[in-house]
């Protein structure tokens, strides 16, 4: 049973340019979340997505956006660059509708993005 | 939006147990007590979650204070494997379920 995994694993962007970052959820999730970890610190939620739609959203300006597909797989997209946007992004992936309600989430490895 | 207090850091010795502390004063009813942890270079991994009474698993052993403002995680023998940043998150099934890390706990496992 694959967990969850993201693509690419690292990425290098420079200022300005726009980035897409792919996540699978693990078999059998139907809700998937986006997080930001910026070296040394703990992960902050970017947003998550069930039934194609954003559901729930941090506190991110709408250069984030990000996709839903039919199949659960999500996007995540970042425009317009930052240097503060290089960071370890992670996706998760959860179960909206399972028993149990804490809908715990288990996450990818992460895609490493830098801006340079 | 972290509700949560944790050490910055501790050390264990290898094959000792380990209690990680988490305070939580302002945790609601509806309040779920997450861990993760975190090892390097990997994403965070589920340890345990709670609601008001303690919980064990193959991993590790959750125990909730009786007014529910802070918690423990125990690791029963800690081994290299787990050092890691441990985190001690609330989830609110009301709120949604995203959840908010701290900083965390990085465990130190001394050989």
């Known amino acids: 049973d694959a967990g969850v995994t993201q693509s690419p694993t690292h990425l290098i962007k420079t200022r300005g340019q726009q980035v897409t970052l792919r996540c699978s959820p693990k078999?059998?999730?139907?809700?998937v979340s986006w997080y930001q970890q910026a070296l040394g610190q703990g992960p902050q939620f970017i947003f998550q997505?069930?039934?194609?739609?954003?559901?729930q959203r941090g506190n991110f300006p709408d250069r984030f956006s990000g996709h839903q597909f039919p199949n659960y797989s999500s996007e995540l997209n970042v425009n317009a660059l930052l240097l503060g946007d290089s960071a370890l992004y992670l996706c998760a992936s959860s179960l909206r509708t399972g028993r149990d309600l804490t809908d715990t989430q288990y996450f990818g490895p992460g895609t490493r993005l830098t801006v340079l | 939006d972290a509700k949560t207090t944790q050490p910055n850091s501790m050390e264990s010795n290898e094959e000792e147990p380990v209690h990680l502390p988490c305070n939580h004063s302002t945790i609601s009813g509806t309040d779920y007590i997450h861990w993760y942890r975190q090892l390097p270079s990997q994403g965070p991994e589920y340890v345990i979650h709670g609601l008001t009474s303690n919980v064990n698993n193959r991993m590790a052993s959750l125990a909730i204070a009786e007014d529910r403002k802070s918690s423990t995680l125990i690791l029963h023998r800690a081994t290299l494997r787990d050092a890691a940043v441990y985190y001690c998150?609330?989830?609110?099934?009301?709120?949604?379920?995203?959840?908010?890390f701290g900083t965390g706990t990085s465990l130190t496992v001394i050989p």
């Open positions: 997505y069930y039934e194609e739609e954003e559901r």
């Open positions: 078999s059998g999730h139907d809700t």
């Open positions: 998150i609330l989830r609110d099934v009301r709120a949604g379920n995203q959840f908010y």
